[in-house]
């Protein structure tokens, strides 16, 4: 399949190959360049590609160095993957990309992935929207090198007591704490997700007050994702959806 002379900015999924999606697996076995960070996507990706496929590995590179391989790359008709880990719409820095691809007037497309909130979910056996229980769900990250806005700050988030997916955190773990237990109980239970999905992938359940401390026991400072939900603790509670007493459209009453 001849792909379209195109930069494809492409979610790789948390890491096990098989959460590709379809369309992501279809552009990686054809495209003509691929960049990706190899820190962040596993290389086994990399088996779906063409044997003469070109690789340019980007964790040595600026923004700066990538996006004018990238235009000159498709200025000479050739199709190009950006592979980024999870999905692309979360702390993946596509933004400033597009931007520089769109004022060249280069082509481009975005292909979602599964992100790491999604996978931790899927592991842990969870629903993070239990009926009753908890109905929102806050993706956030502790500020790092990227400030995040006072406005956003964690304690805030931290007061709606929703399902909360915090990224980018392991290094600033016990200010995390503190600001969550500002106002979830100590007891809430946290899931501390190391690298879901590749080899050396593990999860630690423990209450609020133990975040931090496991943390630094495990030495976690990378590629770890903190899921802190009312949910996790929760056996009894049950969605309306399919219960005999709720009808809809497709299952009136009898
Ligand atoms: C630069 S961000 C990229 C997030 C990515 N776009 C996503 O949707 O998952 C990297 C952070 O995402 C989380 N993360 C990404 N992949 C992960 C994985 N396989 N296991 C655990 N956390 C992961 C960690 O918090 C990590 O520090």
Redesign the pocket.
């Given at each position: 399949m001849k792909l379209n002379p195109s930069v494809y900015i492409v979610?790789a999924g948390?890491?096990e190959p098989d959460l590709l999606t379809v369309k992501a697996q279809k552009l990686l076995m054809n495209a003509d360049v691929i960049f990706f960070a190899d820190s962040?996507v596993p290389s086994e990706i990399l088996h779906l590609c063409r044997k003469d496929v070109e690789i340019i590995r980007t964790a040595n590179k600026t923004l700066e160095d990538i996006v004018p391989l990238m235009i000159e790359r498709v200025r000479s008709h050739k199709s190009v993957v950006r592979l980024?880990?999870?999905?692309?719409?979360?702390?993946?820095a596509i933004h400033e990309q597009m931007q520089l691809l769109a004022e060249a007037e280069v082509p481009f497309e975005v292909i979602p992935?599964i992100?790491?909130?999604q996978?931790?979910a899927a592991k842990l056996k969870v629903e993070l929207t239990v009926p009753g229980v908890v109905q929102s769900i806050i993706l956030t990250?502790i500020s790092g090198r990227t400030q995040v806005p006072t406005r956003e700050e964690l304690a805030s988030l931290a007061a709606h007591q929703a399902s909360l997916c915090?990224?980018?955190?392991?290094r600033h773990v016990e200010d995390a704490q503190a600001k969550l237990t500002e106002h979830y109980p100590a007891d809430t239970q946290v899931a501390i997700?190391?690298?879901?999905?590749?080899h050396d992938?593990k999860i630690w359940v423990v209450p609020l007050k133990e975040m931090a401390e496991c943390t630094h026991k495990e030495k976690l400072i990378?590629?770890?994702?903190y899921v802190i939900s009312p949910a996790l603790g929760e056996a009894t509670a049950r969605s309306r959806l399919y219960h005999p007493e709720h009808t809809h459209l497709f299952r009136p009453r009898k």
């Open positions: 979610g948390p890491g962040l980024h880990s999870g999905d692309p719409s979360l702390y993946s992935g992100s790491a909130f996978a931790a990250r915090l990224y980018l955190a392991a997700c190391f690298r879901l999905g590749w992938e990378r590629t770890t994702l």
